[in-house]
Every structure is written in structure tokens, then in C-alpha cells.
């Protein structure tokens, strides 16, 4: 008995024994403070890691700390975007706390930033062969904003079509050479997730806050490689920002031009639960409204014209879980505007449009020996009403359209190191597009409806090559299969106004099945590790949207039929580009492109006509021509002083119809060498924004040379009395002061009250003025 309760007793002692030796290996721990080397400011979110999965974020104080960790050998990295990496070997001894401080210095330019789109893999912008530009949130806050799309318009080679600013129900942004008419030629991602609509290819850029973007990737060039449809001219990425402190948040009013007044709300936390665990969320909300203006030129205007108003409000959750390696985070939003459209007969708010819009996110990512992944799954709801009054030759029409947009996908991606030399990416998409639309008017018996689907399946794959630290190649290829069906356009009940137009009913429309290979090759060579040259080719490719498969009704000029077997627009895109950084502080980079699209989309005449209180043409979108885009773009930046920079881009382009095919000498004209719409020739930025003490100040200058005005590139004798839009600049300012907590700032968005017009000749708002004051907590 005593030698069995000895023998406990040993056991018990080794135990304890062995539970201390334990506990005193895993007792050491790193920790410290981290600064800007130039200004001596905190930095928060800063990445501390000694290992993939193992490490800390800077609090808003700097501070950053690694608990229990085992005694050895370490090399730590220190990261953050807009800083150089830091990497430092340690040595942690047994029971030794280390104090570490850490002085990061500002990356000069952005091609030592991280970019994620262009590549779905974590590479520096100098790592990727193909032209990249990332907008951070230090350029963010210098920028003279009221909306995200204006945060794109000092880019090179980046058109925007936002013509009565706020006012505006709808903006377009394009990118290389396309028709600036045409959203659904490049894709928008919202922290992956695309959000151009299946029915228009449009996004609505009033739904985003400048106040929740982080930063923004442009990736410029086809991208369907990777994301397929919508991505010809290129893919922007807008990132939101992710709590990184315990409990922080901001409340701002702003007020300005045309009695226009809106406030920001943003609360956010992020929870530490262990050195790997921690729970994070953020809440936010927007609010607008503006009495507007006149948008119609004076020849234009009616006994009904009104001002253009705008009225915009929404809310978006973010709730996320780190646990080590691993990440779980939801999105929900909702958002409503009202848009004014500048005329009223009867109706107490006249006409005008209005988008309901419900969205949910979900993602989940994470990394496992060399594997990591990313799995996310989106659902969009958009219910858009307009509302049309009209007063002609003593005739009132009135009717709404109704139409329920609903976009939903799954899309995974997967990518695992090989050896040395290769990363590959690879991943499946499922999307689901449709619409449910109905034109309902009171002032007669008719109903049209028109509805439509679309699934879209996708395998991609893609490998990057570092065949040195010099030389590196990627390549890629997508498969996309796609079904339209369940199409239809009826008019119920049709008066005899409508009758003509009842022999374009389609009440059971076939199904259509296209598909769509998109590869990709690129390389590039370092000549230094400040000098680099990139040569590639992309396919991209454009499906039909769902308006065109199964929407007839008016368009402008005539009345358009619905066509169910357009197929996908696609453009072949060689590509040739360099970049050099001189003395740490002067960026260059010039590129190169050349294009050639085929089977873009245009209306032909069918040869009918239809009476529409008064007699049209009728047209129907078809598959005829073919375009060839080259063009070249320049840019530049220089950092005078770590508070000083000035900067500058110019852009050409060319953008040509090759090669049309007319099925109807005797009725459509030939657009053979005709240039494309909406696109200028020439684009140029210059600016400079500046830090000090009294007032932080940047002031851009844009120009945004001359566009044919039709496709024809005749004489518009309605409108304009040219051949073109007129050439135009812009000059636009903002001033910024933090005391303390409190954030005071004004924009200035077209200092000169320069003027120019849609293609409806309806006036910008000229100089538009927006003040601001917050509120840090």
C-alpha cells in the first residue's frame, strides 16, 4: 500500500513537474510600439507576425503585444498598407518579455503596396505584370469626393459619366477606350463580390459611402480570365474598412450647394479574445437630400420642368470572426434613393426614380499548410420604380415601371504553392440573374411585362511562375457556360395606342445557351528591383444583359425589339507597359495597349416603323461589328517632402468601329471607321496635395477632351450644333483640419463653373461647394 501511494506520489510530482516546464516554455511574449519614422504618429492596424497564423494588430495607439509564445528563434514581420515591410530576427529567451519598437517609413509610391484583384493572390503592385493602380485611404482623405465614383476620376484612362454630380439616379465608369455609355463592359467588385446587375450591367454607385472605403484596386485590361463576364476593360475592386480598435466610431454633418445636407454615422469595435480569436463589427449609415436644380438647357425647357432633386439613405452591418488562420465575415445593407427627374404635370413628386436595394455577403477564407482559400456566396435585391408623367398635345400619360432585379452566386477560389516556383488558382463561380418588370399605366388598360434568367457556371484556373526574383510569368484560363431562359415581353390588355406594338409580343421566348473561353498570358522582367517592363495578351468578354434578351420598348430615336439570341461581345487585348522609381521618391510608368473587339452589340434597322405618337423606326440589337481600340497612358508622382506631393497622367485613346456588317444597305447606315461614342480622344489630371500645420490642401486639375456626340459621327442639329461634345476642364479642391476629435473640411468640385452637357444637352451643376464637420470617438 505504501508503495503504491509512493508511486502517486511521483507520478503527481513529474506531473506538475512537466506542467511548469510547459508553462514556463510558452511564458514569453513580445511587445511594443509603432510609429510613422517621419511624422512620429501611432500607427494602428499594423500586422505583427512571427509566423503565418501567429502574431498582433497595433491598437490606435501603436500598441501591439504577442502572449505565449515558446522560447526560440524568430523573424518578425511588421506590415501595413501605404508602409515599407519590416522584417527583424529575435531571439526569445526563457521568462523574457521583449520590448520591440518599430519605425515604419511611408512607401514613396504604391508599387510596394499589396493588391489582391488583379491576381485573386496577395502580390505587390511591382509583382504583378499588368498595370495596377491602387487608391489608398491617405489618398482617399485628399480627395475631393461626395461620391465613391468620384474617387476614380483622377485615374488614368478612367471615363466617368456622372453628369449632374449628387443628382445623378445613374453613373457609368469605364475604362480603356470602351463607350462610356456601357457600365457592363467593366466589372465593379464590392470586397470581391461583383455587383453589376444581370438586367442592365449598371451598378448603382449612390449605395456606397465614401466613409466605409479602405481603398480601392483598379485593375485595368480584361480580366475575364479570373471573373469572366462585364470585366473587357478592366475589374475595380472597392475594399471596406475593418475595425481594428476596441470601440471607435465618427458622426459628421455636410451641407452645401442647391440646399444640399447629409450626414455620415460609423461605429466599429473589434474584440481580442486570444492571440488568434478575435470578434469584430462595424455599423454605418448615410443620409442625403438636395433641392437640386434645373438640369434642362433654357431651349429646352417646358411650363412642367422642375428642379432635379435627390433624397439617398442606407445602413450597412459588417460583423466578422478571426480565428487563427481563418476568417468568417457577413454584409448586410439596405439603401433607398429618390431621384427627381425634373419634371411635373399632375403628381405631387412629379417623375422620378427610386431604387430599393437589399444585399447580403458572406465569406469565408483560410490557410492551411500551403493551401489557402476563399469561399463566398452574395445575394442582391434591387427594386427600381420610376414614375413617368407627360403632357403632349393636350394628351396626359401616366405609368410606372416596376422592375425586381435579383442577383445571387456562389464563388470559390483555392490556391496552393507548388515547390518553388509555382502558385496556382483555382476556383468555381455560380451565378443566377433575373428580371421581373412590368410597365403599368393609369391612364390607359395596358400592362408590359417583360421577364427573364440567366445561369452562369465558371471553371477557372491560373499560374503564376517566379522563375527568379526577376523573371515571372502568369497564366490563366476561364471556361463560362450560361442559359438564358424563362424569357417573355407581353402587353396585356393594349389599347389601341398599344395595339401596333401587341406583334412583338414574345410570351414564351426560346432559351439560349452560350459559352466563353478566356485565357491569359503575361510576363515581366525586373531590371532592378525600382525598374521593371510587362508584356501580356487577355481575351475578355461581355454577355448580354437581360434588358436586351427580353426588353422591346422605347429607346432613343425609335422603339428597340427584344433579341434572345444576341451573343457575348469578346476583345482581344495585347498590352505592353514599364515603370521606374528614381531617387525613392519620383514614380513613372508608361503604357501601351492595343485592341480588337468583335461582335460588339448595335441597333439595325428591321426595316418596320411603329406609331408612337408619331411614326419610329424600328431596331433590334444584333451582333455586326467589329472594333479596334489601341491607346496609350502616362502617369506620374513625385514626393517633394513626405507632406508634399504633386502628381500627373495623361491618356490617348483610339476607338474605332473595323468592321461593320449592314444587313440592310437600303435602310442602315455604315459604321465602317466610325469612332465609338463617349469617349475622348484625350484625358489628362495634374495636381499636388499638401500637409502642414495650418490646413491640409490638394487641388486637381482634369481634362477631359472632345467625344462624338452619335454614332453616325454626323452633325447633331438637335442639340449641340457640332460633331462633338466640346472639350472641358475641371478644377477641384479640398481643405481638411483635425483639432483634436474634431475633423472640419470643404470640396470644391469645379472651382471655374465650367459648363458641359449630356447627350440630351442637360446642364452640370457647375461649381458645387460641400462643407463638413465631424466628430471622432
Known sequence: MNIYLKNILNTFIICVLLSVITITSYAQSISGNISDIKSSKTIPGVNVLIKSSIGATSDAQGNYKISNIKAGEYTLKVSCIGYEEIKKKVVAKENENITLNFLLTPSTVMMNEVVISSTKTENLVKDVPQRVQLITAKQIETIPANTVDDLLAYSPMVNISRPFGVLSSKSTVTMRGLSGKEQSRTLVLVDGIPVNKSDGGTVNWNLYDVDNVERIEVIKGPGSSLYGGNAMGGVINIISKKPIEKFAGSASIEGGTYNTFGGHLNMNGKQTLTNKNSFYWRLSGQYLQSDGYITQDSINRTPYTVKSTSQIYGTVLKTGYDFGKNNIELNASYFVDNMGTGEKVYQEDGNFTEHDTYQLMAKYKGERNKTKWNISGYYLLENYIKVNEYLKDNLYTLYDVASARTDLGFLSTVTRNFGKYNTITSGIDIKYGSVDASDIYYTSTDQVDNAGKMNTYALFVQDEINLTTKFKIVGGLRYDYAKFYDGLFNIENPSSAMSNMSIYNQPQMENKTWSALSPKIATQYKISNDFRTYVSYSKGFRPSVLDDLCRSGRVKGGFKVANPALEPEYIDNYELGSDITLFKKLFVALTGYYSLGKDFMYYVSTGEKIDLGGEKDVFVRENISKVEIYGVEAEANYEITPKLTIFGNYAYTHSQIKDHIVK??????????????????????????????????????????????????????????????????????????????????????????????????????????????????
Open 664 to 777: 440592310n444597305p437600303s435602310i442602315d447606315s455604315n459604321l465602317t471607321k466610325k469612332y465609338l461614342t463617349d469617349v475622348p480622344t484625350n484625358m489628362a489630371v495634374a495636381g499636388f496635395s499638401w500637409k502642414n500645420r495650418i490646413v491640409n490642401m490638394s487641388v486637381f486639375c482634369r481634362y477631359t477632351g472632345e467625344m462624338w456626340i452619335n454614332d453616325l459621327n454626323s452633325y447633331d442639329d438637335k442639340y449641340f450644333m457640332a460633331y462633338k461634345y466640346p472639350s472641358y476642364y475641371t478644377v477641384d479642391a479640398k481643405l481638411s483640419k483635425e483639432i483634436g476629435k474634431l475633423m472640419l473640411g470643404i470640396s470644391i468640385q469645379n472651382i471655374t463653373d465650367q459648363k458641359y452637357w449630356d447627350s440630351k444637352k442637360a446642364v452640370c451643376p457647375g461649381r458645387f461647394v460641400m462643407g463638413k464637420i465631424g466628430y471622432k470617438f
